[in-house]
Structure formats: structure tokens, C-alpha cells
């Protein structure tokens, strides 16, 4: 018995032992099991934090900005341009000559504006002397101004264009030097009666009517292609206005800001907003650059918009998209939407780029040299493509670059044949960049419905302007009935009068009309040694009759007296 006892004691110990052990067993399988979860887990984790890539916040903890683009496919609306660039129907069958083509800008109401101005400020202040201006007088006072800037002669005096020897004929053949002055003086663009009362409410109320008639005809006649771009213009102008600005980044410092959106490729002008500052005891402005280009584009869709760093914000991109318009601009460095660690320049090699994304927003900084970046924000974009193997640039910079000049070659270019001259009113200089303006939107215009109009020719704009000007002054030479003095623009005279008596005409031919000149006695000067003559000093050439004064043979000049 004590046996068996022993022998049950035994196998009982045996079968605890392996019990415990199957315990053990299990229990190390529970817990490699368990290891096994936790690693999955964490396997899952650092894969969807390598698809999600790095995430970094705003300024203000209110933007999420992923390091890897999104999966999400780009707005198919945006970029998807329903109107064909280039010039309207409108444009297409009114435009037959260059004439026409300005005209499409300076209407007939417009004209009319200004001609019932003229002569109302001509008859206050001249009285019952002024003559009646019409569209004629108008048009050649156009065509002088245009001609004058044909000939770079912005800054030369106007004396100096009439002069017999030193200056052109055709602005003699036209209308004498003291028209000339007398149009520029009394030339207004309102009935200055009631101008106090809109002044109250509109700084720009002495050219206000023509200036709105004016930009509303700009988009009728042209479809700006898949670039626009929208930036500041500054007219020169150091006289007194209420809203002149200074700006010291620009070659003339003081002068009236004008905002522009311009086609990229053409840089023809398609909006303009004349900026008039801040009302009167009013604060400045808040988010001014999304409101002047939420404004500038009215009328577009499915454009690319392209402006620097005044402008571009991340809610104008979100705001531009609701409209089915893409963004693609410089970004200040202080914006509140931008991550700190895009901005750091430290240790970043040249020529390197960091990209940041939203679902529909990209974000690039550039390193063009050391210690330096530049930062980019796009709605147009959704990776980080590069371009260039040389310096390699993102592609958001190359597009950047490509369409960034619109405005300042439309600014260039006008000013290159500028039709401005030198005055101390504010309405005036207004006026004269919207005749440059309408010139360079008409040969825009001209040549793309003409493209090979004097195709071998270098200067074509110049060459057009020269017609334009040309036809803007026939009609007035063609009706005068005074003879210049200067033989070489009598000749002038003669010839277009000759020209058109010749030429068949089916409209009834006009009467002469006298220049709106008024009688003022003015000195003559001496037509052999230049001095002014008065009229105890003045004679006149028996033979060729030109004014001499008594220093030379009575009634006879030198050349007579030979």
C-alpha cells in the first residue's frame, strides 16, 4: 500500500509539472501573439504616416499642410476657358482701318461728353470770342497728341514741335500752335457747375463719367487667353490731386495708381479701377489686395490669375476658386496661413525647393541663393514637379515668371510712344493715359486681325501709330481755309485738300468751318532772327510776307532784298 501511495504521489507530481508547463506554454504564446499585434499596428501607422507625409500648421493652428500631395484628383472647372481668345465678333465687324479700330475705345458718346464740356469752360471763360468746337477740331486735337508721341517728343515743348525750322509740318498743316493751346486749357471732361456736390462722394468726379464709359468698353472687344495677370500702374504726376500716391520703388515716385488686369501675352488692357485712397477721415483699407482683384475679375472664368505678393493670400485662392479661377503668385512671409518650417533657410542647399499641400492649395520655397528663399503659392498646381536641369526650379516658378509681366509691358510699351504732356491738372493726365491706352488696345486688336500687316517692318506699333494719328488730322486739313506759312506744310495742306477733291466720295461734302480760336493779341516773333515783335516793331515781307521785325530793310526781308 505505501508503494502505491508513493507511485500515485509521483505521477501526480508529473502530471502538475506538465500542466504548469503546458500553462507556461500558452501563456508565451498569448504574449508573442500579443507582440505580434503591436507590431501590425505600428507597421500600419508608419505606413499611412509615409502616404499622409509630414504634417506641419499654420501660424495660427487654423491650415494643415501636408509635406506629400494629395491623392485627390484637381477641380476639373477651373482652367476650362469657354471663350476663344483673341478679339470678339464685336471687334471683327467694326473694325476696317486704324481709325475705326481707336474709335472702337473713344466713342461717339464719349466725344460728345467731352465736346459739350469744351465748350461750355470755352465760352465761360472766353465769352462771346469762343467759336464752337466740333468732332473735327476734337479729332485733330487727337491726332496731334498721338503724332507728338510718335515722335518721342514727350518731353520737348510744344513751341519747339511748331518751330518753323525744328519742328514737324504736320502739326503746323493741322492748326496753329495758339489753338493748340487754347484746346488744352479749356479741354474738360464735366460741367464743373455741379462738380462740388459729386466731389463729396466721388474724389474722381471731374472725369468720372468718361473714365466708367471708357473701362466698360475695354472687355467687349477682346478675350484675354488662359493667363491674366493683375498689378499697379503709377502715372507720373507731381501736381496737386487729392489722391496722388508715393511709391519710391517706381522710376517716378509721385503719381496717380491705377490697377490693371492685362492678358499675359498680349498685355492688352482689359479692366482698369483708378485707386482714390482712403475716404475722407476714414481708416485705410482692410484686405484691399483681395478686394481689387475679386473686382478686376468680373466676367472672367476658367482663367489662371497670376499677381505678386500684395495681393496673393490663401482666402483670395479660396475665394478665386469659388469662381472657377485659379492663383499663382508671390506670398509675403508674415501671412498667418504660411508654416514656420517652410520659411527656415538653414542648412538648405541652392536651388532647392520644399513643397507643402493642402487638397487644393500648393505651397513652394525656393533657396535662389544662400540664406535666401522665395516663397510661391498656387491653386494651379498639385505636385512638385521640377523643371530646368540646371538650377532646377519648380514648375510654379517657371509658370510664375511666364505670365508675371502683363501689366508692366503693357506700361512699358505705352509709355515708349506716350501721347502725356507736361500739365498741372489731374483729369488731363487721366485722359492722356486712356488715349495711349486705347492706341495700344486698337493696334492689339489691328494685328491680330491683320497679322501680316507690314510684316517685314521692325516698327510696326510705330508705323501704326503714324496712320492712326495721319487719319485722325486729315479731315481738319482738309477743311482749312487758313494757309500755313512754313512752305512745307502749306505743301501739305495743298496736297491732302488736292487729294481730296480728286478722290469720289458718296458723302455730302462739308462746309468750311473756322478753328475754335478766339481773337487774343499775341506778339509776333521775328520769322529771320527770333525775337518777339510788337506792333510798333512789326512788318511784313512786301514779296514773301513773312513777319519781320525793324532791325532789317523796310518791308523787305534778306532774303527779298537779294
Given at each position: 500500500?505505501?508503494?502505491?501511495?508513493?507511485?500515485?504521489?509521483?505521477?501526480?507530481?508529473?502530471?502538475?509539472?506538465?500542466?504548469?508547463?503546458?500553462?507556461?506554454?500558452?501563456?508565451?504564446?498569448?504574449?508573442?501573439?500579443?507582440?505580434?499585434?503591436?507590431?501590425?499596428?505600428?507597421?500600419?501607422?508608419?505606413?499611412?504616416?509615409?502616404?499622409?507625409?509630414?504634417?506641419?500648421?499654420?501660424?495660427?493652428?487654423?491650415?494643415?499642410?501636408?509635406?506629400?500631395?494629395?491623392?485627390?484628383?484637381?477641380?476639373?472647372?477651373?482652367?476650362?476657358?469657354?471663350?476663344?481668345?483673341?478679339?470678339?465678333?464685336?471687334?471683327?465687324?467694326?473694325?476696317?482701318?486704324?481709325?475705326?479700330?481707336?474709335?472702337?475705345?473713344?466713342?461717339?458718346?464719349?466725344?460728345?461728353?467731352?465736346?459739350?464740356?469744351?465748350?461750355?469752360?470755352?465760352?465761360?471763360?472766353?465769352?462771346?470770342?469762343?467759336?464752337?468746337?466740333?468732332?473735327?477740331?476734337?479729332?485733330?486735337?487727337?491726332?496731334?497728341?498721338?503724332?507728338?508721341?510718335?515722335?518721342?517728343?514727350?518731353?520737348?515743348?510744344?513751341?519747339?514741335?511748331?518751330?518753323?525750322?525744328?519742328?514737324?509740318?504736320?502739326?503746323?498743316?493741322?492748326?496753329?500752335?495758339?489753338?493748340?493751346?487754347?484746346?488744352?486749357?479749356?479741354?474738360?471732361?464735366?460741367?464743373?457747375?455741379?462738380?462740388?456736390?459729386?466731389?463729396?462722394?466721388?474724389?474722381?468726379?471731374?472725369?468720372?463719367?468718361?473714365?466708367?464709359?471708357?473701362?466698360?468698353?475695354?472687355?467687349?472687344?477682346?478675350?484675354?487667353?488662359?493667363?491674366?495677370?493683375?498689378?499697379?500702374?503709377?502715372?507720373?504726376?507731381?501736381?496737386?490731386?487729392?489722391?496722388?500716391?508715393?511709391?519710391?520703388?517706381?522710376?517716378?515716385?509721385?503719381?496717380?495708381?491705377?490697377?490693371?488686369?492685362?492678358?499675359?501675352?498680349?498685355?492688352?488692357?482689359?479692366?482698369?479701377?483708378?485707386?482714390?485712397?482712403?475716404?475722407?477721415?476714414?481708416?485705410?483699407?482692410?484686405?484691399?489686395?483681395?478686394?481689387?482683384?475679386?473686382?478686376?475679375?468680373?466676367?472672367?472664368?476658367?482663367?489662371?490669375?497670376?499677381?505678386?505678393?500684395?495681393?496673393?493670400?490663401?482666402?483670395?485662392?479660396?475665394?478665386?476658386?469659388?469662381?472657377?479661377?485659379?492663383?499663382?503668385?508671390?506670398?509675403?512671409?508674415?501671412?498667418?496661413?504660411?508654416?514656420?518650417?517652410?520659411?527656415?533657410?538653414?542648412?538648405?542647399?541652392?536651388?532647392?525647393?520644399?513643397?507643402?499641400?493642402?487638397?487644393?492649395?500648393?505651397?513652394?520655397?525656393?533657396?535662389?541663393?544662400?540664406?535666401?528663399?522665395?516663397?510661391?503659392?498656387?491653386?494651379?498646381?498639385?505636385?512638385?514637379?521640377?523643371?530646368?536641369?540646371?538650377?532646377?526650379?519648380?514648375?510654379?516658378?517657371?509658370?510664375?515668371?511666364?505670365?508675371?509681366?502683363?501689366?508692366?509691358?503693357?506700361?512699358?510699351?505705352?509709355?515708349?510712344?506716350?501721347?502725356?504732356?507736361?500739365?498741372?491738372?489731374?483729369?488731363?493726365?487721366?485722359?492722356?493715359?486712356?488715349?495711349?491706352?486705347?492706341?495700344?488696345?486698337?493696334?492689339?486688336?489691328?494685328?491680330?486681325?491683320?497679322?501680316?500687316?507690314?510684316?517685314?517692318?521692325?516698327?510696326?506699333?510705330?508705323?501704326?501709330?503714324?496712320?492712326?494719328?495721319?487719319?485722325?488730322?486729315?479731315?481738319?486739313?482738309?477743311?482749312?481755309?487758313?494757309?500755313p506759312r512754313t512752305p512745307a506744310s502749306a505743301a501739305i495742306m495743298r496736297r491732302i485738300q488736292v487729294e481730296n477733291a480728286s478722290a469720289p466720295s458718296t458723302r455730302p461734302t462739308e462746309p468750311p468751318s473756322a478753328e475754335p480760336e478766339v481773337s487774343v493779341n499775341k506778339k509776333k516773333r521775328?520769322?529771320?532772327?527770333?525775337?518777339?515783335?510788337?506792333?510798333?516793331?512789326?512788318?511784313?515781307?512786301?514779296?514773301?510776307?513773312?513777319?519781320?521785325?525793324?532791325?532789317?530793310?523796310?518791308?523787305?526781308?534778306?532774303?527779298?532784298?537779294?
Amino acid at each position: 500500500m505505501q508503494l502505491i501511495l508513493e507511485e500515485r504521489e509521483a505521477f501526480d507530481n508529473e502530471v502538475e509539472e506538465e500542466i504548469s508547463e503546458c500553462e507556461d506554454h500558452i501563456s508565451e504564446n498569448s504574449e508573442s501573439d500579443s507582440d505580434f499585434e503591436e507590431e501590425d499596428e505600428i507597421a500600419e501607422q508608419d505606413r499611412h504616416h509615409i502616404e499622409r507625409g509630414e504634417i506641419w500648421m499654420s501660424k495660427k493652428y487654423e491650415i494643415e499642410w501636408s509635406s506629400c500631395p494629395k491623392n485627390e484628383p484637381p477641380r476639373m472647372a477651373a482652367n476650362v476657358i469657354r471663350m476663344q481668345p483673341g478679339p470678339t465678333r464685336m471687334a471683327v465687324t467694326h473694325v476696317q482701318d486704324t481709325k475705326s479700330a481707336f474709335e472702337l475705345f473713344i466713342t461717339d458718346s464719349i466725344q460728345k461728353i467731352i465736346l459739350d464740356s469744351t465748350n461750355l469752360e470755352g465760352r465761360r471763360v472766353f465769352g462771346e470770342r469762343w467759336k464752337e468746337m466740333d468732332q473735327t477740331h476734337l479729332h485733330a486735337y487727337f491726332g496731334v497728341l498721338i503724332l507728338a508721341g510718335v515722335f518721342k517728343s514727350k518731353g520737348e515743348s510744344t513751341e519747339s514741335l511748331w518751330d518753323a525750322e525744328t519742328g514737324r509740318e504736320i502739326f503746323r498743316a493741322t492748326m496753329s500752335l495758339e489753338n493748340f493751346h487754347i484746346i488744352s486749357r479749356v479741354i474738360r471732361f464735366d460741367n464743373r457747375d455741379d462738380r462740388p456736390a459729386r466731389r463729396q462722394r466721388d474724389k474722381l468726379a471731374a472725369i468720372r463719367t468718361v473714365w466708367d464709359k471708357w473701362v466698360q468698353r475695354l472687355p467687349l472687344f477682346y478675350n484675354p487667353g488662359p493667363n491674366v495677370t493683375i498689378d499697379e500702374q503709377l502715372m507720373p504726376f507731381r501736381g496737386r490731386c487729392p489722391f496722388r500716391q508715393y511709391i519710391p520703388s517706381k522710376p517716378a515716385k509721385y503719381g496717380i495708381k491705377i490697377w490693371a488686369a492685362c492678358d499675359a501675352t498680349s498685355s492688352y488692357a482689359w479692366n482698369l479701377q483708378v485707386y482714390t485712397g482712403k475716404p475722407d477721415g476714414g481708416a485705410p483699407e482692410k484686405n484691399q489686395g483681395m478686394r481689387v482683384v475679386l473686382d478686376m475679375t468680373q466676367g472672367l472664368n476658367g482663367h489662371n490669375i497670376t499677381c505678386d505678393n500684395f495681393f496673393t493670400s490663401y482666402k483670395l485662392g479660396q475665394e478665386l476658386l469659388k469662381r472657377k479661377l485659379t492663383m499663382v503668385g508671390t506670398i509675403r512671409k508674415n501671412k498667418p496661413e504660411l508654416p514656420p518650417q517652410l520659411l527656415t533657410t538653414k542648412n538648405r542647399p541652392v536651388n532647392s525647393s520644399k513643397f507643402v499641400f493642402t487638397a487644393d492649395t500648393s505651397l513652394v520655397s525656393y533657396v535662389p541663393k544662400k540664406g535666401k528663399n522665395v516663397v510661391l503659392m498656387s491653386t494651379l498646381h498639385r505636385d512638385d514637379r521640377i523643371c530646368g536641369q540646371e538650377h532646377q526650379k519648380p514648375e510654379i516658378i517657371m509658370d510664375y515668371n511666364a505670365s508675371k509681366g502683363g501689366v508692366d509691358n503693357m506700361d512699358k510699351l505705352v509709355t515708349a510712344y506716350s501721347c502725356k504732356r507736361r500739365t498741372l491738372r489731374w483729369p488731363l493726365v487721366i485722359f492722356f493715359d486712356m488715349l495711349d491706352i486705347s492706341a495700344y488696345n486698337a493696334f492689339v486688336i489691328w494685328m491680330a486681325m491683320n497679322p501680316e500687316w507690314n510684316r517685314s517692318k521692325l516698327q510696326r506699333r510705330r508705323l501704326f501709330l503714324e496712320e492712326l494719328g495721319k487719319a485722325l488730322v486729315t479731315p481738319q486739313i482738309q477743311r482749312r481755309q487758313h494757309v500755313p506759312r512754313t512752305p512745307a506744310s502749306a505743301a501739305i495742306m495743298r496736297r491732302i485738300q488736292v487729294e481730296n477733291a480728286s478722290a469720289p466720295s458718296t458723302r455730302p461734302t462739308e462746309p468750311p468751318s473756322a478753328e475754335p480760336e478766339v481773337s487774343v493779341n499775341k506778339k509776333k516773333r521775328c520769322e529771320v532772327c527770333g525775337p518777339k515783335m510788337d506792333r510798333k516793331t512789326q512788318y511784313t515781307c512786301i514779296k514773301c510776307k513773312k513777319y519781320i521785325c525793324n532791325t532789317h530793310t523796310v518791308k523787305l526781308c534778306p532774303s527779298c532784298v537779294v
